[in-house]
């Protein structure tokens, strides 16, 4: 039985569609502000100005600005998640997990310099790159979980921080 590429295997992933909800509103504008801006640089003020929100409506949705990037990546993992293929269930893990981190890297394409931006803010700032990590590692159980994987108890908290760790340097290449 001859294998098909990836190409034909994975189904395309697209950022998970952003309504007019003040969270909505409140996540573009960080991510676009990510764009333009170190993430030290970039106020709940600004954001809010960006997004056409008052502060206080900010504040009833999120606590900081790292909340706000939170919510960002939960909703790409609902668009990774949501982009599952039935098809892979015969390939070996390896197989499935490359495939669901392909999708993880297109649906992050539209934001791509607001994920250097910030990977770059975090090499600077040893707290930011401590609360991204332990975003990513959440994020990369339900990546495991959605390749098969179990990512739950000790073990699979250690396969979930070496996913991070990988995911990582595929971002830096990815970035070349």
């Given amino acids: 039985m001859a294998r098909k590429s990836k190409k034909q295997r994975r189904a395309p992933v697209q950022a998970a569609p952003r309504g007019t909800s003040d969270r909505d509103k409140a996540v573009d504008a960080m991510m676009a502000l990510l764009a333009e801006h170190s993430f030290d640089e970039i106020g709940l003020a600004e954001v809010a100005g960006r997004a056409g929100l008052k502060l206080s409506a900010l504040r009833a949705e999120f606590g900081s600005p790292l909340a706000i990037i939170g919510?960002?990546?939960?909703?790409?993992?609902?668009?990774?998640?949501?982009?599952?293929?039935?098809?892979?269930?015969?390939?070996?893990?390896?197989?499935?997990?490359?495939?669901?981190?392909?999708?993880?890297?297109e649906a992050l394409a539209p934001y791509k310099d607001a994920v250097y931006s910030l990977m770059h803010s975090a090499r600077r700032s040893p707290g930011l790159a401590l609360a991204l990590n332990a975003m990513a590692v959440r994020s990369q159980a339900w990546m495991l979980e959605a390749a098969g994987i179990g990512a739950h108890g000790p073990r699979g908290a250690l396969r979930a921080q070496g996913a991070a760790l990988m995911f990582a340097r595929v971002l830096r290449v990815w970035f070349d």
């Fill in 71 to 105: 919510a960002h990546i939960k909703d790409i993992d609902r668009a990774v998640l949501a982009g599952g293929s039935a098809d892979m269930a015969e390939e070996p893990p390896r197989e499935r997990l490359l495939d669901v981190l392909m999708r993880r890297l």
